[in-house]
């Protein structure tokens, strides 16, 4: 139970935030040896448990051979890699040498993924063997590349790249070259680039002292218990796999599964009833896929927490997991830039009934408020704004701008460095509720109307034949814009003239009359982020 929440923040940041913060002590040295932190799951169900004690003598290794390599605190390392016991050893070892983790994720093109090695300047990157062939000399990476190449698991294919376990082979557990390297509260540990709708990717540097803010989501919005069977789905390629299926885990020391295997519907349903999950996190896409799988639910789920992040949920989702898992979904918000801020949370104590399509209040340690459009003013309730952070009374607010990018960082404060602006786009109620409405630049101004196209996608989820929908505004002389969406329909249903009126009229009945879609595509799917975020901004190029 959440006695008293300020006390704890405190307590939270006056473990990370200190001027000789190592991430190796906080993270892993600083917890029983003999403790598991990771269950690292096959696709055929089979398991082995990682505990600290062996993860501290496997990273070491890995530090003393990065130092051999050339990397220095501060250097940024790296990984194109799936969730497995390989990773986590590579992620430790470069936070032990005091050095900067960069996330690549595995969907990643050569384009992308040459683009963050170069931007972030990193000497070693430690891949997957099957992500080796994106990393081959052509047209987007130079045969003369500056970083090595470590094979995470398996042979090396080419001359010049090593193998993570002849690495680790040639080196005692208590090699002093791998020592842990203290860097201080304010040295960044991971540096994540963010996907904007214009320009390229910037870089966010996660600094040790995020750790507190991570730490504390894992108490206050996830209701993460000693005895829980903690299943984070999200990818560690993008920030909340990474943030609250690793950093956020180990921080806690609390055991964490990872599922080395792709995502299925079956399997994950698989991993929840045999290893008895309780507390499970995931994008909505997972929520949508589990409730689309033909297969029945596993009788006797023992879970008594489920959460979502990345993009609003719709009720749908919500209705059915209360049926289908014994629990509701809550919705949680956040960035890349913070980890999570605004959450239906599970904590006792701050646990209360979520409102129809609210994303919840300000975490303890986060301030938080709905500025005007057309000044830095708090907004009054139920009226549309900007969703801001407040800088002043937000101890656990860790980011302070983007890699070599101060226009960039500059738009996100205000003048006065008040209020961090998140580019979203949203109202409150009168007790304080948050309500997402849609990106700043996803609004749809129609005749006057402002229109969150998030209200009109929640309608048309709504059909028995819709599995995902996304609307977006389109360039119309009488109106401005008028509202078009895009539909991915159940299999074996076709996108019929006489489905689209069903469609246009639900949306009518159930939200608007003037704000239904005039044109609906049925298309095989949506265009996303690699954090499952729909992409408008590609539907709307058409």
Partial sequence: ??????????????????????????????????????????????S????????????????????????????CVATLMGKS??????????????????????????????????????????ADRNQLAKLAPGEDIPADAPWSVVVAAGEPESDGQLALADLLADRDADDPKGAAVAVGANAPIVQLFTSGTTGTPKGVPVPVRALASFHGYMEFGLDVRPDDVFWNAADPGWAYGLYYALLGPMAAGTRSLLLHAGFSATLTWQVIEKFGVTNFAAAP??????????????????????????????????AWSQSALGVEVRDHYGQTEHGMFIVNAWADGLREEVPAGSMGRALPGWSCAVLLDDSDEVAPPKTAGRVAIDTVNSPLMWFTGYVDAPEKTKQRFT????????????????????????????????AG??????????????????????????????????????????????????????????????????????????????PKTPSGKVQRYILRKG
């Fill in 285 to 318: 896409t997972v929520y949508r896929s589990l409730r689309a799988d033909a297969g029945p639910v596993p009788e006797g789920l023992t879970l008594r927490r489920a959460s979502s992040a990345g993009e609003p949920l719709t009720p749908d989702v919500v």
């Fill in 415 to 446: 003048a006065d460095g008040r209020w961090y602006v998140t580019g979203d786009a949203g109202s409150t109620d009168e007790d304080g509720h948050f309500f997402f409405s849609s990106r700043d630049d996803d609004v749809i101004i129609m």
């Fill in 1 to 46: 139970m959440v006695n008293n929440t300020a006390a704890r923040v405190r307590e939270l940041l006056d473990r990370y935030d200190t001027a000789d913060a190592c991430a190796a002590e906080l993270l892993c040295d600083g917890h029983p040896a003999d403790a598991v932190a990771f269950t690292v799951i096959e696709a055929d169900l089979s």
């Fill in 48 to 75: 082995r448990d990682l505990t600290y004690g062996e993860l501290r003598a496997e990273s070491t290794k890995f530090a003393a051979a990065l130092a051999d390599l050339g990397v220095e605190p501060g250097d």
């Fill in 85 to 126: 016991a390989e990773l986590v050893v590579a992620l430790l070892g470069i936070w032990r040498r005091g050095a900067v983790h960069v996330p690549l994720f595995t969907a990643f093109a050569p384009p992308a993924i040459a683009f963050r090695l170069t931007s972030s300047g990193a000497k070693v990157v430690v």
């Fill in 449 to 526: 109307y402002r229109i969150g196209p998030f209200d009109v996608e929640s309608v048309l989820v709504m059909h028995d034949h819709v599995i995902e929908a996304a609307v977006v505004g389109m360039p119309d002389q009488l109106r401005g814009e008028v509202l078009e969406a895009f539909v991915v329909l159940r299999d074996g249903v076709e996108g019929t003239d006489e489905l689209e009126v069903e469609l246009q009229q639900l949306v009518k009945k159930k939200f608007a009359a003037h704000a239904y879609p005039r044109s609906v595509h049925f298309v095989p799917s949506l």
